[in-house]
């Protein structure tokens, strides 16, 4: 009897989805769910008409407006003629071929990885893609999930299918249990931090171990998320109950015989005990101290209570002179402490950290306490059904009686798309994903970490160790 | 697409690692809903300094660089968001290689996509072209042989084959995909 090669998690998803695969060329990969938004569209559907083809499924395509919408209001007019003109655009695309449009207005628009989940689209074993990199936020729920650009888009929409090459499989071991006031935040930037920005590259990452275990399903989403910041193409977790729990009785989500047919299905997805892994890494989960970025790319991050490293002490030539360049930018000197950095604007929001346990994680640090004098702190939900949630929660007195900034949901500073953005100069701590130059506004200075190093830092006005604030 | 057999240009070198797509094109430049237009912003805040004048140090500032369409980078070429804008914003400014120590995921995949051939390229035969370009030399970019020659630079390159021919032939792979239509239509059939 011939023997079943052990598989992987990523092979199996990718096993059952390939519709042609040829030698020479890459595999012909079917799409169960495309998620679009406004600003890697609009190019597409001129193709789709200029070639006179329509939409394949447009039952597998879902919209939303995120990226270039304004969060002091709901008129798409604040935030510019250009974002009328690229709501406009989206809205007339969806119209004209049919596809699901959470626009404005709408009470489940929100961030395009945080609303999949949220409506129970984005399931175990499907295929995900999104003209967006962050894509790979889905694959928590054990999804192959990735972004690809706007051509892409274009044949997905057309084909409901992608040209893409196998990528080789990387497992993440995050072994043991976190301690208190560090966050999957920190675990995620702690890999980064450990295997480089490009660390990733041709790999899908499988994330495991009782780290990942004890983790909620906003936890894990953070953490695939950035899988995308090590250069990976994806990141997958196995689902389990934790995942079934969150998934039940959302608006999408399977219900009665058609769960139970559902959850046969997703029992199988998990990778086979020996199966191989092209590379693997293990994270002591229970050492980790919250993290905090000093530089320009994601991996240039480090525990909080450290100081700013000397790019002397770095042998490779080009590795020097991008660290030195990186905290000439920061405006930071070496062997300076990170802990007591000036800060000048908070940022808690987007698809890494504007989910309803991050805001609740950020709430219980401003609870009773004021925003420092001085600083600006922004708090954006990902979604209008996240603010609606945090409100009902009370969650949102708590931010502004701290003096804090109440926005409608949205990209908002993470990518300053939409007049959110930092001046040239100021420093942020941020809960978003990147702090490369400009990222949240020309000659900004982004420091990345979690919601609570976050929330410490308004109070503080300076970078703060978050578990001098919690409640013990 | 535009067909590519063979390019022969000077270079211009950009040797940083990990330039990522927000440097290549700020987002602040997306807000279009075009293909074209984008060269104009091609690293804008390495360009221009805050009230919109060249940087007369940054190498895409020189005399010159109009005419080199090829430009030579550092490791993890185009990391970042998957933004398809840094290719079109590359193009527009008249860059069709780039040849770099290793390139990131998703921009190779865009740049395949649009025409832009990616060249990886060893840390020996990196200093000798960056060398070169500096010196002024012109590049030959033969697609068909795969090999990359200047002065002092002799070298074959790798690039996926399937990719190679869609881009000889000046074929996008849409067409490719749309030819199995009854592959997909019968692969949805069992596929719930
Ligand atoms: S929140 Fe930021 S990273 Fe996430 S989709 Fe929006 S712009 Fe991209």
């Known amino acids: 009897m011939a023997t079943v090669k052990p598989r992987t998690l990523y092979d199996k998803i990718w096993d059952s989805h390939v519709v042609v695969e040829a030698s020479g060329t890459p595999s012909i990969l079917y799409i169960d769910l495309h998620l679009i938004h406004e600003v890697t569209t609009p190019q597409a559907f001129t193709g789709l008409r200029k070639r006179g083809i329509g939409v394949r499924r447009p039952g597998r395509t879902v919209a939303t407006a995120d990226h270039v919408t304004p969060t002091i209001s709901r008129n798409v007019a604040d935030a510019g003629p250009m974002a009328v003109q690229q709501i406009g655009q989206l809205e007339t695309n969806c119209k004209e071929f049919g596809i699901r449009l959470y626009g404005m207005g709408h009470e489940r628009r929100g961030i395009v990885h945080v609303i999949g989940p949220a409506l129970g689209l984005t399931q175990p074993g499907l295929t995900i893609v999104c003209g967006d990199s962050h894509t790979s936020t889905h694959g928590a729920f054990g999804a192959l999930a990735f972004g690809i650009g706007t051509t892409e888009v274009e044949h997905v929409l057309a084909t409901q299918c992608l040209l893409e090459h196998k990528s080789l499989n990387f497992g993440v071991d995050f072994d043991g249990n976190l301690r208190p006031g560090v966050t999957a935040k920190d675990m995620i930037l702690k890999l980064i931090s450990e295997i480089g920005v490009a660390g990733g590259t041709g790999h899908v990452f499988e994330f495991m171990g009782t780290g990942i275990d004890a983790l909620d399903m906003d936890g894990r989403m953070t953490i695939c998320n950035m899988s995308i910041e090590a250069g990976a193409r994806a990141g997958l977790i196995a689902p389990d109950d934790t995942t079934y729990g969150y998934m039940s009785g959302r608006d999408f989500a399977p219900s009665g015989a058609d769960w139970d047919a559902a959850m046969e299905r997703w029992s199988a997805l998990h990778s086979d005990p020996d199966a191989n892994y092209d590379r693997t890494v293990t994270i002591d989960t229970g050492s980790l101290q919250p993290m905090i970025s000093f530089g320009t790319n994601p991996a240039m991050c480090a525990e909080i209570g450290t100081r700013v490293p000397d790019p002397e002490g770095i042998s490779d030539p080009a590795e020097r002179a991008q660290m030195v360049a990186a905290l000439k930018y920061m405006g930071l000197t070496p062997g300076e402490r990170l802990l007591d950095q000036q800060v000048d604007v908070v940022f808690i929001g987007s698809c890494t950290n504007s989910r309803i346990t991050d805001l609740r994680a950020a709430a219980s640090i401003f609870r009773d306490r004021k925003v420092r004098d001085g600083v600006r702190a922004l708090i954006v939900p990902g979604s209008q059904q996240i603010r609606a949630q945090a409100e009902s929660e009370g969650l949102h007195k708590v931010f502004t009686d701290a003096g804090a900034q109440w926005r409608e949901s949205g990209c908002s500073m993470c990518i300053g798309m939409n007049g959110d953005r930092l001046d040239p100069g100021q420093r942020s701590v941020s809960t978003s994903n990147r702090n490369f130059e400009g990222r949240q506004g020309q000659n900004g200075r982004t420091m990345l970490a979690s919601p609570l190093t976050a929330a410490a830092a308004a109070i503080t006005g300076k970078v703060s160790d978050p578990r001098t604030l919690l409640e013990n | ?192």
């Open chain 2, 1 to 192: 697409m535009k067909k590519f057999e063979i390019l022969v240009s000077p270079a211009s070198c950009l040797d940083r690692d990990d330039i990522d797509t927000d440097q290549i094109i700020p987002a602040r430049f997306l807000r279009t809903t075009e293909r074209t237009g984008l060269g104009k912003n091609l690293f804008e805040d390495w360009r221009f300094d805050g009230s919109g004048n060249p940087k007369p140090d940054f190498v895409l500032n020189r005399p010159g660089t109009a005419d080199a369409h090829v430009l030579i980078g550092g490791r993890n070429f185009g990391c970042g968001s998957s933004r398809e804008h840094a290719v079109w914003s590359l193009m527009d400014f008249g860059v069709w290689v780039v040849i770099a120590r290793s390139f990131a995921d998703i921009f190779k995949k865009n740049s395949l996509r649009n025409g832009l051939l990616p060249i990886p390229v060893d840390a020996a035969n990196h200093a000798a072209c960056l060398e070169a370009a500096e010196a002024g030399a012109r590049f030959r970019i033969d697609l068909q042989a795969q090999t990359v020659t200047a002065a002092g630079v002799s070298f074959g390159f790798d690039v996926d084959p399937f990719a190679r021919t869609c881009l000889l032939d000046g074929v996008d792979d849409l067409e490719y995909i749309l030819k199995h239509d009854d592959r997909i239509a019968e692969f949805e059939k069992q596929h719930s």
